[in-house]
């Protein structure tokens, strides 16, 4: 009984061991690992990457749904090959520098510094996806008149009752409420903000259950939903470039990779993000299908 | 006894990993805003419970009765529903319905819950003694009086087991609300997620697994002394 129990156990263990090395043999190229944040924006960006490499002989493999700090983590730890990240949060949040500088030295600078953690930026798109604070254009007595970022912080600091919806990240970010803060120099009451999901900011908004809301400035919603951006007067956002970011390790291995990413990142704008956006979240259409029209009709795939 | 032994050496486990891993500073930091969060926590809390606990005692002493008690387990699986539905589906079909907010997250958090209480609780009223109902029919007494003075009190161990059951369950989803825009102390818990920083997660974590053992132990202790001394005699 135990001696036919061991044989089967022993045969079981050889069939195995030999369907791994056979499976392993067959497909002996290493997948692409694509990781992304959680938004819609960046949903489409690792979509339209992973089709983009399927069909130019990559194996992609997607790990979306990640929180920023645990995104660029997982970049330097190798548990990812790549990700779509934004120049702005790289030199606030990552590398901690509090100045402001153009676009263009921006993205010089996170290329420097990163580039010492093996991590590349490839060519940046002109797509400018920055937090910004958005209102209702009409119809909220609450916000009425108020135009500007320095005209909001006049208002609270006046002592007036403003909600605001963010996401969880905002308040914890240095490029995000705390900096905001000091930089207008106000204080938000904690009771008056109500955290929730990322995507759900806009639907709050909309249904007038907060004043304020914050927005990505490439997100269709704001458009859809009539809101108004509040002017960022003193410009304490910093540019944020969408641009791919991949390890130095699979560049050198890949050299392919870094022209077809760059053809994608040459195709992206504010306006066409924006489009993008809006198709998934305001007409429903699934990520999939936006980011293979997408790439159909910019001839970055065959038909 | 050897729960509590367990539990305090848990616990020591627990406060020795936190200081070496030099967490205790950053999870004390964020005290004010657990102390802002605890509030709508334990509203979310007792507001679904306090539902859930109406629901399903009705439900179960309805569907004990013995015109019904026939279509009873067809019932009982339309409620299992509210608990076999993966309970972010559940919050997420509250959402669609009711916005964003605190109300559906309660009204998500009480239909998840709902099926212990309900099932205990016919349970309970259908295992008292054929004789005893017998004996107290032969008494004199109505079937309103029976379901008040014989069938509840023998039913009471069964039915606030099972309120026991669904408000550990309540308290331990409870920090899935901030997903709908619920609130509670699940936004420090996410919140902590997405900023890769464990102390912000475990100042959100800690407090709500405190809160389901705290419900657990107070409805455990609730039971022992609402047991009327027979029904624990003959238990016992």
Not at chain 1, 19 to 47: C, D, H, R
Not at chain 1, 204 to 209: E, G, I, M
Not at chain 2, 78 to 105: E, F, K, R
Not at chain 2, 185 to 202: K, N, S, V
């Amino acid at each position: 009984m135990i001696k036919k129990f061991c044989r089967l156990l022993t045969a079981t263990g050889v069939a195995l061991a030999a369907l791994v090395t056979l499976t392993g043999a067959a497909t002996a190229q290493t997948p692409i690992v694509i990781g992304s944040k959680g938004f819609t924006e960046q949903l489409l960006m690792a979509e339209m990457t992973s089709q983009l490499l399927a069909a130019n002989g990559f194996k992609p493999d997607k790990r979306t749904g990640m929180g920023s700090a645990v995104l660029r983590q997982a970049l330097e730890s190798a548990q990812i090959d790549m990700c779509w990240e934004y120049t702005g949060t790289s030199l606030i949040t990552y590398n901690k520098i509090s100045e402001r500088m153009s676009p263009a030295d921006t993205y010089a600078k996170v290329k420097e510094l990163d580039a010492k953690k093996g991590i590349v930026w490839l060519n940046p798109s002109k797509a400018n996806n920055t937090y910004a604070l958005a209102v209702r254009k009409k119809d909220n007595p609450a916000t009425a008149g108020i135009d500007t970022l320095s005209q909001l912080a006049a208002a609270i600091k006046g002592g007036k009752a403003i909600t605001f919806a963010v996401n969880a990240e905002f308040p914890g970010r240095p490029d995000g409420l705390p900096g905001l803060e000091q930089f207008y120099g106000f204080k938000w009451p904690l009771d008056d903000i109500k955290r929730m999901d990322t995507g759900l900011t806009y639907q709050a908004l909309r249904d007038k259950q907060v004043d304020v809301a914050l927005v990505f400035a490439t997100d269709g919603r704001i458009a859809a939903f009539d809101f108004q951006v509040l002017r960022d007067d003193k410009d304490f956002f910093p540019p944020y470039a969408l641009t791919p970011n991949v390890r130095k390790e699979v560049l050198d291995k890949n050299p392919k990779l870094a022209d077809l990413l760059n053809k994608l990142s040459a195709k992206l704008d504010d306006q066409t993000m924006a489009h993008l956006n809006a198709m998934v979240d305001v007409d429903k259409k699934s990520v999939e299908e936006v980011a293979a029209d997408f790439l159909r009709s910019q001839q970055l795939v065959a038909k | 006894m050897s729960g509590i032994l367990s539990g305090t050496l848990v616990a020591i486990a627990l406060a020795l990993w936190l200081w070496l891993g030099g967490l205790l500073p950053g999870i004390w930091q964020q005290a004010p805003l657990v102390e802002h969060l605890l509030w709508p926590h334990l509203y979310l809390v007792a507001v679904s419970s306090g539902i859930a606990i109406v629901l399903g005692v009705s439900a179960g002493i309805v569907l004990s009765r013995p015109r019904f008690r026939d279509h009873a387990e067809a019932s009982m699986q339309a409620i299992n529903i509210g608990n076999t539905v993966p309970t972010l589906a559940v919050l997420a079909l509250a959402m669609s319905v009711l916005g964003i907010g605190s109300t559906a997250a309660i009204v998500a958090l009480a239909v998840h819950s709902v099926l212990p209480i309900a099932r205990n609780t016919f349970a309970g009223i259908t295992a008292v003694p054929a004789s005893t109902i017998e004996a107290a029919a032969g008494m004199g007494m109505t079937e309103g009086q029976i379901l008040r003075r014989v069938e509840i009190p023998n039913a009471l161990p069964a039915i606030l087991a099972g309120v026991r059951t669904a408000m550990v369950i309540n308290a331990g989803t409870a920090p899935l609300a901030f997903l709908i825009g619920g609130g509670g102390l699940g936004e420090l818990i996410f919140a902590g997620i997405d900023l890769f920083d464990p102390a912000m997660m475990l100042a959100g974590a800690i407090p709500s697994s405190l809160l389901a053992i705290a419900l657990g132990s107070l409805v455990g202790g609730l039971a022992k002394r609402m047991t009327p001394r027979g029904i624990a005699f003959a238990r016992a």
